[in-house]
């Protein structure tokens, strides 16, 4: 699976002649492709094209005295085939927001109903506009309404926008916008059970904690979050999302829970000495299969843990098992 956009530092005297010779005159002839002057003013500083590519991919080129860099979804020429990669907050930050301008304009011209939804589209740049990715990613947000299901995609795209805003995942969008993958191929599955993640960091930011995700532990494997707060309480969050049972072989929709869990429980988490709350993300399930789960709260194998679900209006109901160290109250419904 390709990798989320990333710029590429080729370090060096570049001229026009030379970006001509060894960048666009080799994308031109195995693709075919025009090279053009960026929608929007380039960084300060900076000379920059923009290559437009028949088969529909894009690329960015800009450079200064020092060197230049490249950002594209497309085929990279082979002078800069040994140039090391930067993620968006590793480059100055004007060719970082000038990048960001011309993709999300592409970006909302290619998907219009993106438009009124700035920052997920900000958020999800990298692979909105990935290689392998732009399309199935979109394709997920659009027909399938983010995993939410009985949803409009219109309120789950306002649901996702509200949290977002709020600016709490701007540090860690690579890794959080990552997650949900740039394959060709539509991962339902994998997709929904990404954002799983981001309804946990919700839930814990609306019960009054700083999600910090990806928290490598001594066994060697990394745990979902950490729930930091003002205190200096830092409890560790894993996050597991069951499939409805009409999408599993498991027959009722305890039973999705309790497997699901399981498999979490038997491996990642079996191998950590406790200290870990195990949220399990329902939010796939419909209002049916959901109120089975509420009223038979079955176990999952895991204590302390924390079973809900929310909607794309914001609201989140569910139970706890064990003693949870997390003041969960406030966050649900």
Not at 59 to 68: Q, R, T
Not at 79 to 103: I, M
Not at 195 to 222: C, N, Q, W
Not at 316 to 332: D, I, M, N, Q
Request: net charge negative; proline share 8%; aromatic share 12%.
């Amino acid at each position: 699976m390709a990798r989320p956009l990333r710029f590429r530092h080729a370090p060096g005297r570049w001229t026009d002649g030379r970006v001509r010779a060894e960048v666009f005159e080799p994308l031109d002839g195995n693709l075919g492709a025009t090279s053009s002057r960026p929608w929007f003013k380039p960084p300060e500083g900076y000379e920059a094209r923009r290559f437009d590519v028949d088969n529909g991919d894009t690329a960015l080129f800009c450079w200064d005295d020092d060197g230049a860099y490249w950002l594209g979804n497309t085929e990279t020429p082979s002078s800069l085939w040994r140039t090391e990669k930067y993620g968006f907050t590793e480059v100055p930050d004007g060719v970082a927001d000038w990048a960001e301008r011309e993709l999300r304009a592409e970006l909302h011209e290619q998907s219009p109903w993106l438009e009124p939804y700035p920052h997920l589209s900000w958020f999800f740049l990298p692979v909105f506009l990935s290689k392998d990715g732009r399309w199935t990613t979109r394709e997920f947000f659009d027909e399938h309404a983010a995993g939410f299901p009985d949803a409009d995609r219109d309120d789950a795209l306002a649901f996702y926008e509200r949290f977002l805003s709020a600016g709490i995942l701007d540090e860690y969008r690579e890794t959080m916008a990552g997650k949900l993958g740039t394959s060709e191929r539509l991962d339902l599955t994998r997709m929904a059970a990404t954002m799983g993640e981001f309804h946990t960091a919700k839930l814990l930011v609306d019960a009054g904690y700083e999600p910090r995700p990806e928290i490598e532990v001594t066994t060697g494997h990394s745990i979902d979050f950490q729930a930091r707060t003002d205190e200096g309480e830092q409890p560790l969050v894993e996050v597991t999302r069951p499939l409805p049972p009409n999408r599993r072989s498991a027959g009722t929709p305890a039973a999705a829970v309790r497997d699901t869990a399981k498999t979490k429980t038997d491996g990642q988490l079996s191998a950590h000495a406790g200290g870990v709350v195990l949220f399990v993300d329902c939010s796939s399930f419909p209002d049916d299969d959901w109120l089975a789960v509420e009223q038979a709260q079955p176990e999952v194998g895991h204590r302390p843990a924390v079973v809900y679900r929310t909607r794309p209006d914001g609201r989140t109901t569910g139970y706890t098992k064990g003693a949870v160290p997390l003041e969960l109250e406030s966050a649900f419904d």
